[in-house]
């Protein structure tokens, strides 16, 4: 069992930077690491479909990017601290959302959703114009 747990939202001007990160645990059980899974940061907004906004393969090498926020935002992680981040820059009123991290045992990238086993509670970004 994985636990995922989000950090870092808030409320920001339009043209601003927020940093996310999703620290995972319980990744240990059966010998896994925190390293073997692919992780997404997806969001959410009311009356909407979550929307994927980007993903990351197990070693940091390849990442992906929803068109949306393409040129904004980078996904990395710190393997060594169990931790995924989402650095977030020129964000937009239409960035508002719940941001949600999420984590897969695979090693390759993972671009849907519905793949992902594992979730976190998610966190507010609540952008202003």
């Known amino acids: 069992q994985v636990q995922l747990v989000e950090s870092g939202g808030g409320l920001v001007q339009a043209g601003g930077s927020l940093r996310l990160s999703c620290a995972a645990s319980?990744?240990?059980?059966?010998?896994?690491?925190?390293?073997?899974?692919?992780m997404g940061w997806l969001r959410q907004t009311p009356g909407k479909e979550r929307e994927f906004v980007a993903a990351?393969?197990?070693?940091?090498?390849?990442?992906y990017y929803a068109d949306s926020v393409k040129g904004r935002f980078t996904i990395s992680r710190d393997n060594a601290k169990n931790t995924l981040y989402l650095q977030m820059n020129s964000l937009k009123p239409e960035d508002t959302a719940v941001y949600s991290c999420?984590?897969?045992?695979?090693?390759?990238?993972?671009?849907?959703?519905?793949?992902?086993?594992?979730w976190g509670q998610g966190t507010q970004v609540t952008v202003s114009s």
């Open positions: 319980g990744h240990t059980e059966g010998g896994r690491t925190f390293s073997v899974y692919a």
């Open positions: 999420a984590a897969v045992f695979a090693a390759r990238l993972v671009v849907t959703g519905y793949e992902y086993d594992y």
């Open positions: 990351i393969n197990w070693s940091g090498s390849i990442t």
